[in-house]
């Protein structure tokens, strides 16, 4: 509060990147709710797009898609595997590493995963009209870009 009773706002609440991780943690927040009643947590959904890709990956190269330290994989694969939604097999070409091949209910996930993503989607955009949504797209593209996010 200031003297006159009137509070201020910190300087960092007045910046575009704050009210971008506010933007996200609320987007990560209603994605998760969709996500449970699919029998996933957030994140995992990721994993499965990249497999739904390209199945058959290397845990290293998933992660670099990932953007995550291949530790966050290894756990993240492990409770998927656990769920019965991947496999991973050795890599016949380097012994030392595995490939990420999606199951049967792996692969059926995937129509209803894009279906949550199209209301996640809905809902976060919902105040926005056509023209906005696609400008606003095209910005965050940019400013993904500008932060170095060419894969992830």
Not at 65 to 92: I, Q
Not at 119 to 128: P, Q, V
């Amino acid at each position: 509060m200031t003297e006159k009773g009137i509070e201020e706002v910190h300087p960092v609440k007045r910046t575009t990147g704050f009210a971008l991780a506010k933007v996200c943690k609320a987007h990560r927040g209603s994605v998760g709710g969709m996500l449970a009643e699919v029998g996933l947590h957030v994140g995992q959904e990721m994993v499965l797009i990249e497999l739904w890709h390209c199945d058959g990956l290397r845990g290293g190269k998933l992660a670099c898609r990932l953007g995550v330290e291949p530790p966050t994989v290894t756990k993240m694969l492990r409770r998927l595997e656990d769920s019965g939604l991947v496999e991973r097999r050795p890599d016949p070409a380097d012994a030392r590493s595995f490939l990420v091949y999606l199951t049967e209910e792996g692969r059926a996930l995937e129509n209803p995963v894009v279906r949550l993503w199209e209301r996640a989607e809905e809902k976060t955009l919902a105040g926005l009209d056509a023209a906005e949504r696609r400008e606003l797209g095209r910005l965050l593209t940019k400013v993904r870009a500008g932060l170095g996010a060419e894969r992830n």
